[in-house]
């Protein structure tokens, strides 16, 4: 009799077999797993840099197509005086509020009988590009506001100022030039008959140099002190900074070229043109400037006058 005690070869085969292919079956539904998680988290990763992309080109697209604010009142970036009246006493201490040691030394104004130009020709044109952080552009007004106040009064002159922020990175970051033409803008916009009186007073208590100049808030309230209509108009566009973005485009264009002129560009302020001709003076000399503008003023009536022609006499007829 036989005994068979050889092994289940089969058997053991199958079991090593199907061993093999669970422990495959594992391994291939975590590689699955693996490659889900993959694909998820990369799909997370592009949804967030799609959306940070999106959100860019929004800000920048948005930004970029906002429109830029317009004074429509200027006239080649330059406000034309309406009304020279509502200067303020130019001795009095007014602070706006501010540190009396931020002000500028200002010039006393002297009242100078100098004769005002009386051509028959069209009213002489004077034109002004002011830095309300220029010392010159100080000196300038201060000395000769009065007549020029007159002569507009007289219609024997017609002014226009140009706001330019050329001395934007003189007030210790707080772009004070810049602000002070935005400013000015404002008040030329809502309340022009009283831009005259605030140009003035910004440029006779200026700040000083290398300081912070004055914040948005007291330029609104100079704006107030002069008696400005629409006073609630003025402030938010003062304090919103309107027309900052203006100011620093129209400086661009003045010194690429200053309309009317015959190739000149803005270099330093203040620049004085009248009909054209550019100032060289001293600034705060009234008499001097009064004489240079009765010069041009004389020029141009002699230029527009037409030279008589002489009349030729009757020949005399010999008697027959």
């Known amino acids: 009799m036989s005994n068979d005690q050889s092994p289940n070869v089969p ?22 797993a693996r490659i889900a998680r993959r694909s998820a988290l990369a799909v997370v990763a592009i949804g967030i840099v799609t959306a940070g992309a999106v959100g860019v080109t929004y800000a920048v697209t948005s930004h970029g197509s906002r429109p830029q604010a317009q004074p429509d009142v200027a006239s080649d970036d330059g406000f034309a005086v309406t009304s020279a009246t509502g200067l303020a006493d130019p001795l009095a201490d007014q602070t706006v509020g501010g540190d009396p040691s931020t002000l500028a030394a200002t010039p006393t104004p002297t009242e100078t009988p100098t004769p005002n130009p009386t051509s028959t020709a069209a009213p002489v044109d004077i034109r002004v590009y002011v830095d309300y952080m220029s010392s010159e552009a100080r000196d300038f007004q201060a000395a000769n506001a009065v007549q020029l106040s007159k002569w ?109 002129t015959d190739g000149q560009s803005l270099t330093a302020t203040p620049t004085v043109l009248v009909n054209g001709t550019p100032y060289v003076g001293k600034m705060s000399d009234p008499k001097e400037f009064a004489q240079f503008v009765l010069t041009v003023d004389s020029n141009a009536y002699y230029t527009s006058s037409p030279i008589p022609t002489p009349t030729a006499s009757p020949s005399a007829t010999s008697a027959n």
């Open 152 to 260: 507009v009064g007289e219609d024997a002159a017609t002014l226009t100022y140009y706001p330019v922020a050329m001395l934007t990175s003189k007030s210790n970051g707080t772009k004070y030039s810049l602000r002070a033409a935005s400013a000015a803008a404002c008040v030329a916009t809502h309340s022009p008959d009283n831009f005259f009186a605030y140009n003035n007073e910004l440029l006779t208590k200026q700040p000083a140099a290398d300081s912070d100049g004055y914040s948005d808030d007291q330029l609104a309230t100079m704006a107030q002190g002069i008696g400005v209509s629409d006073a609630d108009t003025v402030r938010s566009c003062i304090e919103d900074e309107t027309f900052t973005g203006w100011a620093k485009a129209a400086t661009d264009r003045a010194i690429k070229g200053l309309p009317g």
């Open 11 to 32: 058997a053991e085969r199958d079991r090593r077999e199907a061993v093999r292919e669970k422990a495959q079956q594992v391994k291939a539904r975590q590689s699955r």
